[in-house]
């Protein structure tokens, strides 16, 4: 069944009020915001910051308080609530009012410093106009006749198979993961459908049955939080008549499923007859990698098109990974609706008003024509539905949850600089750059204390608190918030001109410095070098939406700024040691080395008479690790700020010698970097790869 939605818009007290009188009883309802004196105690309540409650519910109305703030994101999540039939009742205010009504939900575009009447209105104008284009969308007023807001009698979906499926496509996942532990080792199933799929339910049913078939005996489950494996243990436990025991593991005769959280698998990997990753999508590919290297029967299963936005991008990255690793993995694509029926018209405007299916521009001839990389204004933008749509899409392709809010932010959010990349017609790359800084002195010295955490000048204040230049928050910065490239147009320097012309655009602001923060990979790292950034900082904790800890990176865009870069690298440089041996003691040596070595470091330290004098004895003779660690030391300093070190042997094994050296990872997990087996054959590869730097 298709659902509907039913807009209440007017006064703030007269809408709420109608809401509240109009709700059909019998019903499971929700409301999302600010709900009025007198609302039947039954009715479930939470305002627009707690949207994640929702996830995973299923309800017969939302009404969705839009006069306590128009959030996007909890939009896009709580309306992927409402079952086919359902209702999705939106309070407004007056239409010709609303745009100039004060939004409490857009303090999160305003920077500290700035004002709400910096923030436009392009995102509310779009969404207002979608709806008055939507035939199943029925507006009422003050002066209407009182609206019909009870939803239709729910449809009962017959199984199609013993399983308790309900529909085909739910029965070939539950097939496709089922065969993971059934079929040979190594090869996956990856699961992707939108939402309302029942796609979370396959994965269940499938463990359960394979418990209840005593084909597994211990199932480990793993998901961005708890609260989304929530559906999938729920099923497990009711297909293997089991139980739920504190929310986060299932227990029945023939065995048991636990949930973990992801990072907790990484650092101590649990064993178990079949792993199964849900919303893979939320997690960062890299430790996806890490999972499918340390389990050889494993399922994953993502939302593509979902509130937060970001399946798109993981279907593109985490499919190389595969394809590499485990070419024989299972894709599996669920198209049709469980929760609601094809064609669902509130599923449609959802997609279109906040951008969720939007994908990078289908080209004809990848290279045929010449790219012009342009600024582009946001009020031109958002009157070219396909351009924005195609614009959206690579940033959607290419970031962690990109999630409606950041729609919101594209087009309203101050002081922000958009520039297109374009070839015949189609968006083939973009860039989109914030203006931070200019505090008073007063405020960036409590910056520096960190004392006070301005909202919106992340690189002002990374630079004080990360590199310790307190004065840097006083002057104004550019930093590149996003930045993508159509997946077939990568490498041929699209990216670098994007990057030159927002640089442009910051000299021409009178900014000191151009720069960026994100998670930090061998890869990104060589790409802003290559756009003439240097490595400033490094975050100490790793980012909960990349997984990785957080790279600061800049360029100086006048004197002020190029003394400032080579300031923080100097210092960083100096730092590195007692960094990388405490808080970024489980940074990957590569990106440490990656890292460093785009820094405009000190010059490296030189080696003393007696560090080469053991440094040698190490190398040739027996010498030990103890005796020759303060030389060993030294030495992996001078190999992370000068890449010329890395040569012949030590080329090859300068990871594992930083691991050990100055993170001091055991000797298993050296020999195990090495790819060797024990200490002693270890220490033989690192006594050969000091040979070769000393020979250098």
């Known amino acids: 069944m298709t659902r509907r939605t039913v807009v209440l818009e007017g006064p703030a007290s007269w809408g709420r009020a109608t809401a509240a009188e109009r709700l059909p009883t019998g019903s499971r309802v929700r409301w999302i915001g600010e709900p009025p004196a007198g609302l039947d105690p039954g009715v479930a309540c939470c305002p627009a910051r707690d949207f994640r409650r929702v996830l995973g519910t299923t309800v017969d109305v939302l009404v969705f308080d839009a006069h306590a703030g128009l959030d996007a994101d909890a939009l896009g999540a709580a309306a992927g609530s409402v079952r086919g039939g359902g209702v999705l009742v939106l309070l407004t205010p007056a239409w010709s009012d609303w745009p100039a009504v004060p939004d409490p939900a857009l303090e999160r575009l305003v920077p500290a410093g700035h004002g709400r009447d910096e923030v436009g209105t392009r995102f509310l104008a779009r969404l207002m106009a979608t709806l008055a284009q939507e035939p199943s969308v029925a507006r009422h007023g003050p002066a209407d006749p009182p609206p019909d807001l009870a939803p239709a009698a729910p449809v009962r979906n017959e199984a199609v198979d013993a399983y308790g499926c309900l529909s085909a496509d739910q029965r070939t996942a539950v097939e496709a993961v089922m065969h993971v532990v059934t079929g040979h080792r190594r090869r996956p199933a990856v699961l992707t459908a939108d939402r309302g799929r029942g796609k979370s339910a396959a994965l269940g049913i499938a463990v359960g049955e394979l418990l209840r078939a005593r084909r597994v005996r211990r199932v480990v489950v793993t998901a961005p939080t708890l609260h989304a494996a929530e559906a999938l243990l729920a099923h497990a436990a009711e297909r293997c008549a089991g139980e739920v025991v504190k929310r986060r593991s299932v227990r029945c005769a023939a065995g048991e499923v636990v949930y973990r959280e992801p990072e907790a698998l990484l650092d101590h990997p649990e064993g178990g007859d079949l792993m199964v990753v849900d919303e893979a999508a939320g997690l960062p590919v890299g430790l996806l990698t890490e999972l499918l290297h340390t389990t050889s029967r494993i399922a994953f299963a993502t939302t593509i098109h979902g509130y937060e936005g970001s399946g798109r991008g993981f279907d593109l990255r985490f499919r190389a990974v595969l394809d590499a690793e485990t070419p024989q993995w299972q894709a599996v694509r669920m198209e049709t609706p469980i929760r609601w029926a094809a064609g669902d018209p509130l599923e449609a405007w959802l997609s279109r008003v906040l951008c969720l299916d939007a994908e990078p521009a289908a080209l004809a001839a990848a290279g045929a024509g010449q790219v012009t990389v342009a600024p582009v204004g946001r009020d031109e933008l958002v009157a070219d539905e396909a351009r924005l749509r195609q614009a959206f899409g690579l940033l959607v392709a290419a970031h962690y949850r990109t999630r409606p809010f950041d729609l919101q932010q594209l087009l309203d959010a101050p002081r922000r600089h958009l520039f297109l990349a374009e070839q015949d017609g189609a968006v083939v790359g973009v860039v989109l750059a914030a203006e931070e800084g200019g505090l008073d002195p007063d405020t960036a010295r409590e910056v520096w204390a960190e004392r006070r955490r301005p909202h919106g000048h992340l690189l002002p204040q990374a630079l004080a608190t990360h590199a310790g230049l307190e004065a840097a928050p006083t002057a104004w910065a550019l930093r590149i918030q ?34 960026t923060s994100f998670g930090a990979t061998t890869g990104l790292i060589a790409f802003w070098r290559a756009c003439g950034l240097a490595t400033l900082a490094l975050g100490a904790r790793r980012d909960a939406a990349s997984g990785e800890h957080s790279a600061l990176m800049a360029q100086g865009l006048d004197r002020q700024g190029a003394a400032w870069v080579r300031e923080a690298g100097a210092r ?80 090859e094994r300068e990871a594992a010698f930083i691991a050990k050296v100055l993170q ?23 006594r050969e790869a000091v040979a070769d730097a000393l020979a250098e």
């Not at 320097?493 to 640089?503: F, S, T």
């Not at 000190?602 to 560090?611: E, R």
């Not at 020999?671 to 690192?686: C, D, I, Q, W």
Request: charged content about 25%.
């Open 572 to 651: 960083l440089g100096r730092s590195a040691p007692a960094l990388l041996a405490e808080p970024l003691a489980r940074l990957e040596p590569a990106v440490a080395l990656a890292a460093l070595r785009a820094a405009e470091t000190a010059p490296p330290p030189v080696l003393a008479a007696w560090q080469r004098r053991e440094l040698s004895g190490f190398a040739h003779t027996l010498r030990g690790y103890a005796a020759a660690l303060p030389a060993l030391r030294t030495l992996a300093e001078q190999l992370l700020l000068d890449e010329r070190l890395a040569r012949g042997r030590m080329a």
């Open 664 to 686: 001091q990872r055991n000797w298993a997990r050296t020999a195990e970097r090495l790819g060797v087996a024990g200490r002693r054959p270890a220490m033989a590869a690192l």
């Open 482 to 515: 996003r930045i993508a490239v159509h997946p077939a147009l990568r490498r041929r320097g699209i990216g670098a001109r994007l990057v030159a012309a927002a640089a442009d655009r910051g000299r021409g602001l009178g900014c000191a410095l151009v720069g």
